[in-house]
């Protein structure tokens, strides 16, 4: 490496770490209780992971009831949240217009994570994604949220099962029959866990497995078949995949008339969010792991889709240090309950494709049903 290249290179890694201090300066000075100032803390300061990290930890156990099998598991589990807390500060440095620190997953690693929560199976991005119907979109609202329309379920929470994508799909479907009936109905997720085992034509072997995996498109294609959906409340959610299919044809709640994926253009992505309710889309998910708030848009991020969530809404308010200017984003319903992310909630960067979230978007129309 010559001079000139290392002398770059420091000035790209020292306005990293600037912006990423700055970032957390910023929001510290605005928390409103201890609690998130230590989630900011924790993550910036050295010394806070080198000599906190038990501390750090046995708050953590407190606030996410963990509770292990024994003295040795105990061990393993705070040597993988030391590691962490690190990784949340690498994060940070590179999403410094997010804020990173410790979640209920802290205690998992990489893979753990990949295998417990996330779960999109067979991903093949659309061919026809291209051909999808152009909207218009010259009278498009500044900002759109669904959720001030009535047309999104409270948060959700799929446990330690890979069946986000059923939580997408049973996501874009209450939008859906909502627009169609005036109706917000909870779906049941665990009847596709149970009883979809649509598969891909295209892909072979690639089929909905319940908490093994899945994919949104075949959930709707699952639905169109069997008729239907039925309430969560007639179908509650286990966050299992051992039990027999319950499906009662006579209870269905919501049913798909057909569905589309959706141009990878964000403008038409917006359009359609606008136009017909509630988006299923697929998401590449490492940096959420350690997402605590503020606003997702990473340097560097894979678009290798590994999660299925909802996108409910789009902004344009969002403050990139770097950048100096607003930054638009999109608004995503995670799976992962409420004590997630910003209440269940995630926001990524519109713009540049961040983390895939462009590449598999789909909408649904509902039949009019009435929900019994």
């Given at each position: ?164 994508w059923s939580f997408s799909t049973t996501g874009a479907l209450e939008g859906a029959h909502f627009l169609s009936t005036g109706e917000l109905v909870s779906l049941s997720e665990q009847q596709l866990v149970d009883c979809d085992h649509e598969c891909d034509p295209e892909e072979k072997g ?48 919501a049913s798909v008339a057909n569905f589309s994926v959706v141009s990878l253009d964000e403008d038409q992505i917006a359009a359609n969010l606008v136009k017909n309710g509630p988006l299923a889309v697929a998401i590449n998910a490492v940096y959420m792991q350690t997402y605590v708030g503020g ?78």
């Amino acid at each position: 490496m010559d001079h000139r290249t290392f002398v770059l290179s420091f000035v790209f890694f020292f306005i990293f770490s600037v912006s990423a201090s700055e970032t957390f300066s910023s929001i510290s000075n605005t928390a409103n209780n201890g609690e998130e100032d230590l989630l900011i803390r924790q993550v910036v300061d050295d010394r806070g992971v080198r000599l906190g990290a038990e501390h750090h930890f046995n708050e953590f156990k407190h606030r996410f009831g963990k509770v292990y099998s024994s003295q040795d598991e105990h061990d393993y589990r705070f040597n993988i949240f030391k590691s962490n807390l690190h990784r949340a500060k690498r994060h940070q440095i590179m999403d410094p217009s997010a804020v990173h620190g410790i979640t209920r997953f802290s205690d998992l690693t990489p893979r753990e994570f990949r295998n417990s929560v996330l779960g999109l199976r067979g991903v093949r991005l659309p061919s026809d994604a291209n051909a999808a119907p152009i909207l218009p979109t010259d009278s498009l609202p500044a900002d759109f949220d669904w959720r001030e329309h009535g047309a999104v379920t409270p948060v959700k929470n799929q446990g330690s099962c890979g069946s986000c994508w059923s939580f997408s799909t049973t996501g874009a479907l209450e939008g859906a029959h909502f627009l169609s009936t005036g109706e917000l109905v909870s779906l049941s997720e665990q009847q596709l866990v149970d009883c979809d085992h649509e598969c891909d034509p295209e892909e072979k072997g690639s089929c909905d497995a319940g908490c093994n995996g899945g994919l949104m498109n075949s959930a709707f294609e699952y639905i169109l078949k069997s008729g239907g959906v039925m309430r969560e409340e007639d179908y509650p959610y286990s966050g299992s995949d051992r039990g027999a299919c319950k499906f009662d044809k006579t209870k269905i709640a919501a049913s798909v008339a057909n569905f589309s994926v959706v141009s990878l253009d964000e403008d038409q992505i917006a359009a359609n969010l606008v136009k017909n309710g509630p988006l299923a889309v697929a998401i590449n998910a490492v940096y959420m792991q350690t997402y605590v708030g503020g606003v997702s848009c990473p340097y560097i991020c894979s678009r290798k889709l590994d999660h299925g969530v909802l996108l409910v809404g789009y902004g344009s308010g969002a403050y990139a240090p770097i950048r100096m200017k607003e930054k638009p984003y999109w608004i995503i319903k995670n799976s992962w309950g409420e004590n997630w992310g910003e209440n269940g909630y995630y926001k990524i960067c519109r713009g540049r494709n961040i983390c895939g979230v462009d590449s598999m978007v789909s909408t649904v129309a509902a039949i009019h049903t009435t929900a019994q």
